[in-house]
């Protein structure tokens, strides 16, 4: 409870320059919270999905590799779908239609992290205004005719000031914090997909090949 109060009278000190930036810490941290919470869920293992299509495609069996993607709904996952519905068509066309799918599905991978630096440097950006008007509200205070109130003037825009400066500064690195991590996620799941559908592109050739094959 400490904290908050410590918190609410450095908020109240740092008078209406801190409104731009509190907006602005709401917006990061819903950024932040929305995109972990979807990255999590495009998260899958890979090496673990390849073992049960490779399983299930090699053995023939082309709707139990269906149903294992259906079964378990990923950006990664939709892609590979989108392939092996094209199974019984040409090479070219199952990779046409994976990369039709990952049209579809890498924008909203990608959606709305970058963001998080844009909110980063307006954070800061908020953060000097107030501190700016903070310092002219102090200065003005010491050319004042009123001796007796200078010192709480001066002190009052220093605090309003400095407590501007650092929510702003605060507010920032959080963003740009969120957004490394999030870029860094959001990095990894594409290489993912791009691992998997070169493999998958590669199980559907080499099945198809074993097939042609003669027997006996």
Same mark, same amino acid.
């Given at each position: 409870? #400490?904290?908050? *109060?410590?918190?609410?009278?450095?908020?109240? $000190?740092?008078?209406?320059?801190?409104?731009?930036?509190?907006?602005?810490?709401? !917006?990061?941290?819903? /950024?932040?919270?929305?995109?972990?919470?979807?990255?999590? &869920?495009?998260?899958?293992? $890979?090496? =673990?999905?390849?073992?049960?299509? =490779?399983?299930?495609?090699?053995? %023939?069996?082309?709707? %139990?590799?269906? $149903?294992?993607?259906?079964?378990?709904?990923?950006?990664?996952?939709?892609?590979?779908?989108? %392939?092996?519905? &094209? !199974?019984? =068509?040409?090479?070219?066309?199952?990779?046409?239609?994976?990369?039709?799918?990952?049209?579809?599905?890498?924008?909203?991978?990608?959606?709305?992290?970058?963001?998080?630096?844009?909110?980063?440097? !307006?954070?800061?950006?908020? #953060?000097?205004?107030?501190?700016?008007?903070?310092?002219?509200?102090?200065?003005?205070? /010491?050319? %004042?005719?009123?001796?007796?109130? $200078?010192?709480?003037?001066?002190?009052?825009?220093?605090?309003?000031?400095?407590?501007?400066?650092? !929510?702003?500064?605060?507010?920032?690195?959080?963003?740009?914090?969120?957004?490394?991590?999030?870029?860094? &996620?959001?990095? =990894?799941?594409?290489?993912?997909?791009?691992?998997?559908?070169? *493999?998958?592109?590669?199980?559907?050739?080499?099945?198809?090949? *074993?097939? *042609?094959?003669?027997?006996?």
């Amino acid at each position: 409870m #400490g904290i908050l *109060q410590t918190i609410s009278t450095a908020f109240h $000190k740092g008078g209406w320059g801190m409104w731009p930036i509190l907006i602005t810490s709401i !917006f990061t941290i819903a /950024v932040i919270v929305e995109r972990a919470i979807y990255l999590f &869920k495009a998260s899958v293992d $890979k090496d =673990k999905l390849l073992a049960l299509l =490779k399983s299930q495609v090699m053995s %023939g069996n082309v709707q %139990g590799a269906i $149903k294992v993607c259906s079964g378990n709904p990923t950006p990664m996952t939709r892609i590979v779908q989108a %392939g092996l519905m &094209k !199974f019984n =068509k040409s090479d070219d066309e199952v990779q046409s239609a994976m990369d039709e799918a990952a049209l579809r599905e890498l924008p909203k991978i990608n959606a709305r992290t970058p963001y998080l630096a844009m909110l980063a440097n !307006f954070a800061v950006m908020a #953060g000097l205004v107030g501190t700016i008007t903070g310092m002219i509200k102090s200065f003005g205070s /010491v050319g %004042g005719d009123e001796a007796g109130n $200078k010192a709480t003037e001066l002190a009052s825009g220093i605090a309003e000031a400095l407590n501007c400066t650092a !929510f702003g500064i605060i507010t920032s690195l959080v963003g740009l914090l969120g957004y490394s991590l999030l870029q860094g &996620k959001t990095t =990894k799941v594409i290489d993912d997909i791009n691992e998997v559908t070169v *493999q998958v592109v590669n199980l559907v050739v080499n099945h198809r090949a *074993q097939m *042609q094959q003669p027997q006996g």
